[in-house]
Nanobody, 117 residues
Framework: QVQLVESGGGLVQPGGSLRLSCAASGIIVSMYVMGWYRQAPGKQRELVAT???????NYADSVKGRFTISRDGAKNTVYLQMNSLKPEDTAVYYC???????????WGQGTQVTVSS
């Protein structure tokens, strides 16, 4: 059984930082494209960042230079370091594991991030 468990969300003031974690079980994160997505109220889910099996990273323009995605193979965990947070970053953040060639796609349950003074 595959599980992606996000943690690290919360309330932070504008300009602050948070680090989200996605602990995986049932899969090996290094064998998947791992990503973070977010969904704000009334909006569609959108891509935040991805990291491929060879370590290539990709970011939404809105978070470039502020967010960093990384993975720790030993802990089978993916992280999203978020700096210089803005109110518009407020959303539920979801972890995703994708291996298109295997027809596999998994989602975590999400963690709330609220940026407000």
């Amino acid at each position: 059984q595959v599980q992606l468990v996000e943690s690290g969300g919360g309330l932070v003031q504008p300009g602050g930082s948070l680090r989200l974690s996605c602990a995986a079980s049932g899969i090996i994160v290094s064998m998947y494209v791992m990503g973070w997505y977010r969904q704000a109220p009334g909006k569609q889910r959108e891509l935040v960042a991805t990291t491929t099996r060879d370590g290539t990273t990709n970011y939404a323009d809105s978070v470039k230079g502020r967010f960093t995605i990384s993975r720790d193979g030993a802990k089978n965990t993916v992280y999203l370091q978020m700096n210089s947070l803005k109110p518009e970053d407020t959303a539920v953040y979801y972890c995703n594991a994708n291996r298109t060639s295997w027809g596999l796609n998994y989602w975590g349950q999400g963690t709330q991030v609220t940026v407000s003074s």
